[in-house]
């Protein structure tokens, strides 16, 4: 078994950042994982080759919820989405003022959403722009609703383990 030292907690989460470095005399050798002189790194970022896989698979699963949403499919939208995930919007503001704009759980989202569906049958969003990192995907879109003036929308899907943790909706 290939053993990677770990850093002491005073310097902070440690983060790989480069890739074919060798690990310090004691410790076998992990091909595309960069050890640092001390045998770690302090990057905020993954490897290359991981991290354009994690933003690979963050854009396909922004890819998923624009289908899914244009298809008010929501029990493929909720599949998306951790247990205890939170949701912001302005639009859940001023159309429930006391959840404070936030909704938490994928029954409250379920709930948020199906109501959406319901009222808007021709909801649906045109993306323009999607942006990933390993972490999260900044999604730009326009969303269109028969009757309304069309809206430009940005929104952040932050994601761990394959699964949208929080979303927050950002318009004017």
């Known amino acids: 078994m290939k053993r990677i030292p770990e850093?002491?907690?005073t310097a902070g989460p440690a983060r790989w950042d480069q890739a074919s470095l060798s690990t310090p005399?004691?410790?076998a050798s992990v091909p595309d994982l960069a050890l640092g002189p001390m045998g770690w790194s302090h990057s905020p970022r993954l490897p290359a080759t991981l991290a354009a896989m994690s933003?690979?698979?963050n854009l396909a699963i922004a890819h998923?919820?624009?289908a899914a949403f244009n298809a008010h499919n929501l029990a493929g939208l909720l599949a998306l989405y951790a247990?205890?995930?939170e949701h912001f919007s302005?639009?859940?503001l001023a159309r429930q003022p006391e959840s404070l704009g936030s909704v938490?759980?994928?029954a409250a989202l379920g709930a948020w959403w199906g109501d959406a569906f319901a009222r808007l049958a021709s909801l649906r969003y045109e993306v323009l722009k999607l942006t990933a990192d390993d972490e999260r995907v900044f999604m730009e879109y326009l969303r269109h609703v028969e009757g309304e003036p069309e809206l430009r929308v940005g929104e952040v899907l932050e994601i761990r383990d394959d699964r949208i943790v929080a979303s927050?909706?950002?318009h004017g």
């Open 64 to 66: 998923q919820w624009f």
């Open 168 to 170: 927050r909706v950002y």
């Open 7 to 9: 850093p002491d907690d």
């Open 55 to 57: 933003e690979a698979q």
């Open 25 to 27: 005399s004691g410790f």
């Open 104 to 106: 938490r759980g994928k």
């Open 90 to 92: 302005p639009k859940l």
């Open 83 to 85: 247990e205890d995930a």
